[in-house]
């Protein structure tokens, strides 16, 4: 099993996630993260911290997410590891609030 973070996070990266994985599985493409599931031992310690709630269990993950597994298996292979907290997009904000969250 994994995490899988889903287009919530796209236009946001808020990066809290990176900052409480214990084996640094993120990620980024610079819009967005990526868990890559060979690297996550699925502690689920981001999911809670995330702003956005762009993350979830496999077992836990949406119907209409579904395709974010292979997503995010296939760019997280390609892109840079982080394992430190990125600003937040400029968009941040207004994405979070868009999805119905923050304030």
Request: proline share 8%; hydrophobic share 35%; with cysteine.
């Amino acid at each position: 099993m994994t995490v899988i973070v889903t287009e919530k996070c796209d236009g946001c990266r808020f990066t809290d996630c990176v900052t409480v994985c214990p084996v640094a599985c993120f990620h980024t493409d610079g819009t967005m993260v990526y868990v890559n599931p060979v690297e996550c031992i699925d502690c689920g310690a981001c999911i809670p911290v995330c702003p956005v709630h762009a993350i979830y269990e496999a077992r836990d993950l949406p119907a209409e997410f579904e395709h974010w597994k292979g997503v995010n298996a296939e760019r997280a292979a390609g892109l840079p590891n982080i394992s430190e907290k990125l600003e937040p997009l400029p968009t941040a904000l207004s994405r979070q609030q868009a999805l119905g969250y923050g304030s």
